[in-house]
């Protein structure tokens, strides 16, 4: 329903007649791509831009955002937001606006939303079979709490078996954007020998994510400490973990 990533662009397929066959692209832009709105803010503009040939059509719907404990987003349809235009036309190489708020109050936690932008296909005048490319934009929106406070943790890490499993817990009251996870291991005289990147993506207030590591079964024997790190808002937060002799698969 919805993919791991802060702005996500969905294919939809349409066919015609059979006969000679026809490709149509078509494309859109949005700016911004990530929408908060507070109580001193609680309304703001989006800009949508047709940089084809052709005139565009989008429509426009609201979901509440969730997360669950695997950290797979859910989306629910919802009235919370509120957006001017629903349907908007927008010419060739041309730009619209749409005003976009809230129709509840701001609260203690932040509430997450998406605002899911879809072009609608335009009526084609072809004999033959033809194809058109749709467009589909996922915007994160949240209403701010009245005071933020950020609080990500790294949890439950343990080591068995050549695998790294831990956890990423948001105990704030706000989201944790997406971000690096640095993962690096060391040996006994603390030389960095192993080193991964791992992606954490958008995590809500009061949510999880879990996470597994692989460790290359050579490096495995010379490891004595793995240290998990990361940073979010430039808020710095980590956990090392010791490793024993036998934690090496077998």
Known sequence: MDSRKGRWLAM?????????????ASAFTVAPIR??????????????????????????SGFV??????????????????????????????????RIGATVPFGNVERSYRLIL?????????????????????????????????????VDASYA????????????????????????GQDASGSE???REVDNWYLLPGTSRPFTVE????????LKTIEIQGEADGTPFSQRVQIGSDSCAR
């Open 12 to 24: 939809g397929l349409t066919a015609g007649l059979a006969g000679a066959s026809t490709l149509f």
């Open 35 to 60: 929408v908060t709105l507070s109580s001193q803010a609680s309304s703001t503009l989006i800009t949508v831009g047709n940089p084809t040939e052709s005139p565009l059509n989008v429509q426009l």
């Open 65 to 98: 955002w969730s997360l669950d404990q695997s950290g797979e987003s859910h989306l629910e349809s919802t009235e919370d937001l509120l957006f001017f235009p629903l349907l908007l036309e927008v010419p060739p190489h041309a730009e619209r606006r749409v």
């Open 118 to 154: 879809e072009e609608l296909q335009s009526p084609q005048r072809l004999s033959g079979v033809h194809i058109q490319f749709l467009a589909r934009f996922s915007i994160p929106v949240f209403l701010a709490p009245t005071k933020p406070a950020k609080d990500l943790r790294i």
């Open 161 to 184: 078996d050549g695998r790294l499993s831990f956890r990423t817990e948001n105990h704030g009251n706000v989201h944790s954007p997406p971000h690096k996870l640095h993962v690096s």
């Open 193 to 195: 020998i192993f080193v």
């Open 215 to 222: 460790i290359p079964a050579e490096t495995c024997p010379r």
